[in-house]
């Protein structure tokens, strides 16, 4: 016997977001700055504080709502056989940049949700929006393929011949943090120097430059020399990561996701695309890229997606109700 509702939670280095939904679609969405101070409880805290305001604004009743998907930025560990949150962009006491106003070094979110949810599922944010592009988006019956996101943080969901990879504690699909040059300054949030994320993140591109993605994105398009130069270069090292995870999982698609991609990827693309196809013909040559067929939701319709009933995807594919979903703010 399943609740009528259900509960989505998207949580970022930037942003959380809560959602609840019934088998017809999402009913609220609210969403606010990820929590980074107070105690390492703050972020689980605050997920419960959203999913309550969002059942509020559906007239649902929190307390008879059983099950919470979780999209969720990594890394993870297991701690008690809970998963905790190590995530870079939120906690500011693993690459102890200074730039976070707190020392954690996990977050239980777990923990937290199960003092208020009978059934809790947990995946990496990309592993999600993965399932979700397989299930209603633009990687339905490609068997080869990865969801990427370039926002605050770089993540990737991987699938090789059908099936989702997720490896020993749910980490698998962390190619933001590849090792890429070993001549670079760029320190990334989990300490290391010259990886993926460190080069072409919105966080650490920020950092580096001072200039928030936003800013710095929109300079560039807009002809500033200086701007152009910097996205360019980063942009070469964003393809030649998804190069990289081609030559070595055989991918046949990409859909890339996120906010710089968002408001970016149709003048990126053809940069990326260059740099992928540049190298080793044999492996790349017919590789695809595009947006999420579920738009600015892809992570929140894979949060309430690890959730759902098995009879509800069908009415989804249907109705295809993020469509009606208001547009994300700028």
């Not at 959203?50 to 993870?76: I, M, R, Y």
């Not at 055989?250 to 990827?265: A, E, L």
Request: charged content about 20%.
């Amino acid at each position: 016997m399943h609740s009528s509702y259900l509960c989505g939670l998207d949580i970022g280095g930037t942003k959380m977001a809560a959602t609840v939904a019934d088998r017809n679609g999402p009913l609220a969405r609210v969403t606010e700055p990820t929590a980074k101070s107070g105690t390492n409880r703050a972020p689980g805290e605050q997920a419960i504080a959203l999913l309550k305001k969002a059942c509020n604004d559906a007239g649902v009743n929190f307390d008879e709502v059983e099950s919470v998907g979780v999209s969720s930025c990594g890394p993870f560990v297991k701690h008690q056989d809970l998963i905790q949150m190590v995530a870079p962009n939120i906690c500011g006491g693993i690459g102890k940049q200074g730039d976070l106003p707190n020392t954690w070094t996990s977050v239980p979110l777990e923990e937290v949700l199960r003092e208020h949810f009978r059934t809790v599922t947990i995946e990496n944010d990309c592993v999600a929006a993965l399932a979700a592009e397989r299930a209603f988006g633009n990687l339905q019956d490609i068997a080869s393929c990865a969801y990427v996101t370039w926002s605050t943080g770089i993540g990737f969901g991987l699938c090789v011949d059908g099936r989702l990879l997720r490896g020993k504690n749910g980490n698998a699909g962390h190619a933001g943090h590849m090792l890429m040059t070993d001549q670079s300054t760029a320190q990334c949030g989990c300490g290391n120097l010259g990886d993926v994320e460190a080069l072409v993140s919105g966080r650490n591109l920020e950092m580096r430059y001072c200039r928030s993605p936003e800013e710095l994105f929109n300079a560039a398009r807009d002809g500033d020399a200086e701007a152009h130069t910097i996205v360019v270069e980063a942009t070469r090292w964003f393809g030649r990561a998804l190069f990289n995870v081609t030559t070595t999982l055989d991918i046949s698609k990409f859909v890339i996701g996120g906010s710089i991609w968002q408001h970016h990827g149709d003048w990126l693309e053809p940069l990326v695309i260059h740099e992928l196809s540049s190298h080793m013909p044999a492996l790349t040559a017919g590789v695809t890229l595009s947006s999420p067929g579920l738009n600015a939701f892809v992570a929140d319709i894979g949060a309430l997606y690890l959730a759902m009933p098995e009879d509800w995807p069908i009415g989804w594919r249907e109705s295809k109700p993020w469509k009606h979903m208001p547009p994300e703010k700028p």
